[in-house]
């Protein structure tokens, strides 16, 4: 299947379109560093670095040598900030309305299948109301859709990473892949073997505070409260090598430790996350710790993409 893919990000949906056999043709992603790293690991892919509400369909099928109704999937990936737990929950932050534009681009491109990915936060509370909106936008385009969370556990991540899919086929009516794993991955189990690259260590108070005292497993707000202090530090967190990591974000560049007691490296940041070990990522650690806690899990997208081939 011949796929293009919005919100690209640094290639974790197309990464696992790949994985599945599929041919990402095209690409559309707004932040020049996400769109360098792209380009490093997928070469053949055309890149269009710019403002999608500037993007035509017209552009992505010329670039691709596409006809109107022949491409196979359209994937993206929405900016997820105006959504998520760990931010303000903002219902009319304007960020929370780019989905309108992979809408239109259904609308110019009628693909085959459509491929919509956001956080968890979005069936929550007051943003089950976008969900909404975005269920039934689909369907008004001549979809069958089907839409729920996906836990990337079930797929052989070794980190607790559920994302809300809408996903959308013209053809028999689509269903939520089939977990490929009936027990988590742990991250011991995930980084078995993969030997960290870059720098791991820091000079700061809180770097040494919490490698001298957090437990595997332990947030920094469960270490201070267990030595009677004061003080959150919640976002810190060491790996337990029994257990999936916990959600990596964009903002924990230095707040995520490994159980030996050191930073985890981003080779093995991009492990846990799914993405292969010699994936490769530049710029400052927290530039690449963004590209990684913006990113779909590849092993996630490549089970969509199976289920979609199946459904065919």
Request: charged share 20%; net charge positive.
């Amino acid at each position: 299947m011949k796929v293009i893919s919005t919100f690209a990000g640094c290639g974790g949906s197309s990464t696992g379109y790949k994985m599945a056999g599929c041919e990402v043709v095209a690409m559309v992603e707004w932040d020049r560093h996400a769109v360098d790293c792209y380009a490093l690991n997928h070469p053949t892919t055309k890149l269009f670095h710019g403002d999608i509400n500037k993007i035509q369909g017209a552009d992505l099928l010329k670039a691709t040598g596409l006809e109107r109704g022949e491409l196979d999937v359209l994937d993206g990936s929405p900016p997820c900030q105006g959504f998520s737990t760990s931010g303000r929950r903002v219902l009319d932050d304007p960020r929370n309305e780019l989905f309108r534009q992979q809408i239109r681009l259904i609308q110019e491109l009628q693909p085959k299948h459509v491929v919509i990915e956001n956080v968890a936060g979005m069936i929550k509370g007051k943003m089950k109301r976008v969900a909404g909106e975005i269920f039934r936008a689909i369907e008004a385009e001549g979809y069958q859709v089907c839409a729920g969370l996906i836990k990337a556990t079930a797929f052989g991540v070794a980190q607790y990473r559920p994302r809300v899919f809408f996903i959308g086929s013209r053809g028999s009516k689509p269903v939520l892949p089939a977990p490929t794993h009936q027990e988590a991955v742990t991250a011991g189990e995930a980084l078995k073997g993969v030997r960290p690259v870059g720098k791991t260590t820091a000079t700061n108070k809180t770097y040494h505070f919490m490698v001298d005292n957090l437990r595997a497993g332990e947030t920094g707000k469960q270490a201070r409260k267990r030595l009677g202090l004061s003080g959150s530090f919640h976002a810190h967190l060491m790996l337990d090598p029994r257990k999936p990591s916990l959600t990596l974000l964009k903002q924990s560049s230095h707040h995520v430790y490994h159980w030996s007691r050191r930073y985890i490296a981003q080779n093995e940041a991009l492990v846990l996350t799914g993405f292969p070990v010699d994936y490769q990522l530049t710029g400052s650690r927290s530039k690449w710790w963004a590209r990684i806690g913006n990113s779909v899990a590849p092993p996630v997208s490549a089970a969509i993409a199976r289920s979609m081939m199946e459904g065919k």
